[in-house]
């Protein structure tokens, strides 16, 4: 009697711990998603980069600049898309946890 109540217990102990995991995992993915913390630097990139380029049509110069801001934005745009990546990852992974927690409970219980 005292294994089966142990087992019970340990069973309940993985399914919160999972559940947890789930939910911390849901949260870090849509704060990565909702966030944008590299979008407002996208945009401002791309203000200066209509500005630079402007300039770059009458003066020579400029040229490497605007080949620079170039990458760089491509750089920023890559970022974008990893983090949002990253951020529908964490969120499927948390929901998956959550499942199988809840699976836990209701199949392997009795």
């Given amino acids: 009697m005292t294994l089966a109540l142990d087992s019970e217990l340990l069973r309940i102990a993985m399914a919160v711990v999972l559940f947890l995991l789930g939910v911390v995992a849901l949260i870090a993915g849509l704060r990565l998603i909702l966030a944008g913390e590299y979008r407002d630097g996208m945009k401002e990139l791309v203000a200066q980069s209509t500005r630079v380029s402007k300039r770059g049509v009458t003066e020579q110069s400029v040229a490497p600049i605007i080949e620079a801001t ?33 699976w836990i409970i209701w199949v392997t219980l009795p």
Avoid: H, K, N
């Avoid at 529908?88 to 199988?100: H, N, P, R």
């Fill in 70 to 102: 170039s990458r760089l934005i491509d750089s920023v745009a890559g970022l974008v898309r990893t983090a949002f990546g990253m951020g529908a990852f964490l969120c499927l992974l948390g929901v998956a946890l959550c499942t199988i927690s809840v």
